[in-house]
Structure formats: structure tokens, C-alpha cells
């Protein structure tokens, strides 16, 4: 038996045996944790707990999220004995990047129709990007106010990032969106987040991108690196949205899978009107209609909670397990929260 650690802010989620240290556990993984003595003297691997128990090996003492002591635990010392969730800085992920700041400059603003933009940054000459295609950066807008984009390219020499954003100037927040991405400004953001991308990128088992909405921002990023990796793996684009007129990158993804015989690419309209003569419903049904999801097939889903679970709900019911599933929606509104 084992426990669960979600590691925060990361959300970085680590396996702990009864008898492992959380540090002893993240070690034998191949997560970069904070630590300098492994002995309790340092306190270079302090961290607060933030909902289960744990135990101190020092003296066998049990501490519970509520505690005093919960605020300054060293995770050298401390063993589960339930799923917890721990916050600490500085912990990352086998194959995780790390977090940086920088400032960059909006080189490039397109309309794409329904108060949509596609912005492109780039990032100061010097700051190398590194990410994995499907994470997201977070836009700073001040102190208090960040605003989360999926990056919709891939990595690349000449440090630019590519964003769609909707607006709504019903929300104070969106109209700040708006402003600052003019082309000249200068946009201060962190990246990457998430934890939704191919860990396994050399797989060739069958891949499932289903996007509601502008989540598909995410896919094109994660069908871009299956491009560009020459992987030969089966890719099988859904995207949904309410009308023909939303699927401002229709063009982008009938030429994608017109290129590349691995590529198949299927939207899917939900309000069609009289011209619309392909797939409307659901878009996670057509998918299901259209294919038996083998076991070894990866899933991706992008799109706002409500859907994530939904589609989530309908696929484990077909027989699809969970761990076939993933989505950033998981992390940032788990469903028992
Ligand atoms: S690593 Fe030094 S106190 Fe934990």
C-alpha cells in the first residue's frame, strides 16, 4: 500500500511508501526536491502540510493538517500515513521544466473573428523557452491578477509564443486582457504550468486531442509536436463548438491532416445551422462513435470543467481507464473540491 503526496503549488502528485520519507520518495522517483542534509538539521526541505497526516520519524509523532506544527514540516522526516497534500517550492517533476518570469513583447495581434485574438510574444533575447507542448503560461497582469493561456506552438529558436484569447468586455479583467495585448506592449508572464502533456512522447499508440471551445489552443500545440516529431502515431482530432464561424483554426487543421496521413482531424458543431453538412452533437460522442478506444490509446480533453467531467463520465462508462485520460482540469478544479 501507498499514498498519494499532491505536491503544491506545482500540483505535482508523487507516490510514498509507508516506510519512504516524503524526500526519500521524491529522490528514488527523479523529482528535484529541496533538501540539503537529509537529516533534519538544515531545513533547506521545510514545507507546510496541507490536508492529511503525517509521521515524524525523529520521535514517531503523528501531525494532522490543523496542528501547530503543520506549518513547518521537514519533509526529510515526515512519512505518510494517508494521502496528504504538502506545499513547497522548488519541487520538480521527472522531465519537469522550471518555472521562469520574464517580459516579453506582443510582436503580433490577429483577429480571428468572435472577439477572438491570436497574439504572438517573444521573449527576450537571452531567455531560453523550455515547455512541454499542452502546458500553459500565466499572463500578470499585477499582483493579484493572472490570467492562464494554453501556448498553442511548440518550443522554438526564435522565442515566440502563440496565444488565442476571447474576449468579453462584460468582464473588467478581460478588458485589461485586451489593452495589454497591443502590439509593442510589453506582457510580463510565468511559464510553463500544467501537467497535462505526452509523457511518453515517443508512443505510438493511438492519440485522442478532443477540445471544446478555444481549448483547442492545447491540441494544436500537442498535435504540432507529434508533427514535428515524425512519430507516426495515430492522432484523432475532435473539436467542438457551438458554431461553424467559432472554429477559427478549421483551415490550420484541415491542412494539417491533408499533409500528414497520421493526422485525422474532425469537427464537430453543436448549434448547426442549415449550411453546416458535417458532424454536429456532442464532440466526445462523435469520437465515440467513430472509434472502439483500444487500451493502449491516450486521451487528452481541453476544454471548461463542466465538459471535462462530463466527457470524463461517458468514457469510463465504454470501458476507458481513467489513467487513459488526461485534461488540466483535473488538477486546477478536482472534482471532490
Ligand atoms: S534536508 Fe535538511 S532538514 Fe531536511
Redesign the pocket.
Known sequence: MSYRVKILPRNITLTVAPHETI?EAAMAQGFRF?????????????GSLESGTLNITTNDKQIRANDNEADDV????AQPRSDCSIFIEGVLAPGEHKMINASCQATNITPMGNDTIEAVLRLPAGKKIDFHPGQYLQVILDKETECAFSIANIPNKERTLQLYIGFSDKDERSRRLRKAFTVGNVVNISLPHGNCYLKNPESTAPLFLVAGSTGISQIKSIAEQCVSAQTHRQVFIYWGTRTADELFLNDFFLNMAKENNNIHYTPVISEPDTAWQDRTGFVHKAMLEDHNVSDDAEIILCGSPGMAYAVLDDLLATGIKEHQVQSDVFDYAPRNS
Not at 529541496?34 to 521545510?46: H, Q, S, W
Not at 521537514?74 to 522526516?77: D, E, M, Q, S, T
Open positions: 524526500l529541496p533538501y540539503g542534509c537529509d537529516a533534519g538539521n538544515c531545513f533547506v526541505c521545510a521537514l519533509f526529510c522526516l
